[in-house]
């Protein structure tokens, strides 16, 4: 499905070729949507443009750029939920631990 606003936004980018901020907007788009490969197709296109090839250039390295810090937060999140849940586990094996003790001091007892 074809999205509107990043058609809307690279139309933009195309017209005013030269405005950082029409460049900014879109990228920004395509990393908050998780398009950065569009991003990149729609780059490399430019590339055979003789006028804004060396200018398309630079931007296909920023979207890498931000693909893979992309990918390196996701890596981080994905490290800190498996901690989170050693931790949890850790906690239930705890909890479990103490519940089965006083069980079995309530059976000696009782």
């Given amino acids: 499905m074809a999205d509107p606003v990043l058609a809307a936004l690279w139309k933009r980018v195309v017209e005013r070729w030269e405005d950082e901020q029409a460049h900014a907007a879109f990228l920004e788009h395509c990393r908050a949507t998780d398009q950065l490969v569009e991003a990149a197709v729609r780059y490399r296109g430019m590339t055979g443009d003789r006028d804004r090839s060396e200018a398309a250039q ?6 890498t750029v931000l693909a893979l810090a992309q990918l390196e937060a ?4 994905a490290r800190q939920l498996h901690r989170q849940a050693g931790r949890l586990i850790l ?6 631990a ?9 059976l000696f007892r009782g």
């Fill in 74 to 77: 996701s890596r981080t999140s």
């Fill in 58 to 63: 630079k931007r296909l390295q920023g979207v």
């Fill in 98 to 106: 103490s519940v089965a003790l006083l069980a079995y001091l309530r």
């Fill in 91 to 96: 906690i239930v094996l705890f909890t479990a």
